[in-house]
């Protein structure tokens, strides 16, 4: 039987490893891994070849295959786990997400690698990731750069690549008087492992009496492509976005150095780090970021399920109240729910929340919905009984598409009456759209700071569609479910054509993705920085900052428009 099969979860012998692999075990001490599917407990057949089925393994993936927690500590799992799989030629390992339990999933089924490296490193220190680079230079085979999975479009997963997994580099601390080095001031921070997650962070700050500003889902690690990428919080109207916080990284580039990335030293490097996307420019060990003393806050809980009846009123109200909740600091989430908006300004009181979402919160109540005003004294109970419960569902197989819309489109009648038409198309052919409130409206931004497309700085909403994929379909079923989210994206790029893309939400086929994701001028200096870092081209990912052609990504499955 094959190595592979025998030491599925083990550390690997060098004696065992094939060439090249084996130097680069015996360098990292011997703690090269071997990467299996998450799935694979439940299969009788690996690549083709026979295994034991693990009974209990098996029970605890079927449990767990919808819940953060268990996909976060396996590195063979996404979020959405068909980034696990070769969507281009049905080769994976995946249960039914609609039944995990699901018998004829596994019954004479092989469970394939998909697009998994064949190894990866558990890294536990910078040495490991520049002994990686030194080995991807030596032996030409490609990098991929995992955390936890939260991963919308599979830039983490790379056929035939070397695994590098960050999600154990968990430090934290707390500084009242952080000092970047080089530099002068003093800032409150925390400095954040590249594998800590949002919900860690929000406790350790709870428990320092501060507010850290992160995105809205528990499985996100917080130094990773959400902070590179453009992430976001509810509170981003006010405090700005993750890149506008971050003070410093601790990373090491491609050409085997660890560095230090803030104003001060390789202000390059911070600058292209903040927005210019993750497994990009390096690999990041940690960061510090700006944190907040302890912040209350207005909370607008309002519950109503739009049904077709009631649609156009429903977007009317909302389109029509936005330009002013964004402007007075409201922050916060539309969508199958209803919406949830939070406003951290001391100026703003309750009756103020009550007088600014009155029309929504009648509606919704004259609807069979529910409007609920409260006062938040912290972060943490509020993240704890509201947001999660709400949080993206992982386990399915979903297609994201989105745009940035501009607060001109709400500023005109015509605007808002071009909104709330592209509201009801989307709601009759994709379903009921997410859109988080979440851009930096009232932060006072320097212009050119950070490498994010500049539409982040002019946008009112970030306006996501999805298409979900059912379980097992055929190549020509999914393309069509891409293609139809590509529509979708074009139908918002009608409305807002000079506008941009949050670059971990664009869709895998965006039409134009240097200047969504970046605009022309941030790319052409993104594409210097890259190319003095990474002059070999060590790190490549899909539609990322210099990528090769997409034939370098056969994984990925096309579309049909």
């Not at 992430?231 to 085997?256: A, I």
């Amino acid at each position: 039987m094959n190595a592979l099969l025998v030491l599925v979860s083990a550390s690997l012998a060098a004696a065992v490893v094939a060439p090249p692999y084996a130097a680069l075990n015996s360098t990292i001490g011997g703690r090269l891994q071997a990467a299996t599917p998450f799935a694979l407990p439940c299969f009788s057949q690996y690549n083709n070849a026979s295994v034991k089925v693990d009974p209990t393994a098996c029970a605890q993936v079927q449990a767990g295959y919808l819940k953060p927690a268990m996909r976060i500590n396996s590195f063979g799992a996404n979020m959405n786990p068909q980034w696990e799989s070769c969507q281009a030629t049905h080769n994976q390992c995946l249960l039914n997400s609609a039944n995990p339990s699901d018998p004829t999933a596994m019954a004479g089924v092989s469970c394939n690698q998909g697009q998994l490296p064949q190894y990866y490193i558990n890294v536990s220190t910078a040495a490991d990731v520049q002994e990686a680079f030194t080995f991807s230079a030596s032996s030409k085979i490609p990098l991929s750069i995992k955390n936890t999975g939260h991963d919308y479009f599979g830039r983490t997963r790379r056929p035939g690549s070397l695994g590098i997994w960050t999600h154990h580099l968990d430090s934290l601390s707390y500084s009242p008087n952080f000092t970047p080095e080089s530099c002068n001031g003093t800032y409150r921070a925390i400095t954040v492992g590249a594998g800590v997650t949002f919900d860690q962070i929000y406790n350790f700050a709870d428990a320092h009496n501060v507010t850290y500003i992160g995105g809205y889902a528990e499985s996100i690690g917080a130094s990773g492509g959400w902070l590179m990428g453009g992430g976001h919080s509810v509170f981003s109207p006010v405090y700005g976005l993750g890149v506008d916080r971050v003070l410093e990284f601790k990373v090491v580039t491609p050409d085997g150095t660890y560095r230090t990335a803030n104003a001060c030293q390789n202000p390059d490097l911070f600058w292209a780090l903040r927005g210019g996307g993750g497994a990009t420019f390096g690999v990041v060990i940690e960061s510090t970021q700006l944190v907040e003393p302890n912040v209350a806050f207005q909370v607008v809980n309002i519950h109503y399920n739009p049904d077709a009846a009631h649609a156009e009123e429903f977007w009317n109200i909302v389109v029509n109240g936005s330009l002013s909740w964004g402007q007075a600091g409201w922050g916060g989430h539309i969508n199958t729910y209803g919406l949830v908006f939070v406003n951290p300004l001391p100026t703003v009181s309750l009756a103020n929340a009550e007088d600014s979402f009155k029309q929504i919160a009648d509606f919704a109540l004259a609807n069979g919905g529910t409007a609920n005003f409260t006062t938040s004294p912290r972060w943490l109970p509020f993240f704890e009984s509201t947001v999660l419960p709400k949080e993206a569902p992982v386990g399915g197989l979903v297609v994201l598409g989105s745009r940035l819309i501009p607060k001109a489109n709400f500023a005109s009648a015509d605007g808002r009456a071009q909104l709330v038409q592209l509201m009801l198309n989307q709601t009759a052919t994709m379903g009921f759209p997410n859109i988080p409130v979440t851009t930096p409206v009232l932060f006072d931004y320097v212009a050119g700071s950070t490498a994010v497309t500049p539409a982040w700085r002019t946008s009112l909403w970030h306006l996501v569609t999805t298409g979900f994929l059912t379980y097992n379909s055929t190549l020509e079923v999914n393309q069509a479910t891409y293609g139809a989210v590509h529509d979708m994206v074009g139908m918002m790029r009608a409305v807002a054509p000079n506008s941009g893309t949050y670059f971990n939400e664009g869709e895998p086929y965006e039409t134009d993705p240097q200047e969504a994701y970046w605009g022309s001028e941030n790319y052409a200096q993104l594409l210097q920085v890259k190319n003095k870092y990474d002059p070999k081209g060590l790190l490549d990912c899909f539609n990322c900052v210099g990528s090769t052609a997409a034939s370098s990504f056969p994984c990925y499955p096309g579309f049909t428009s």
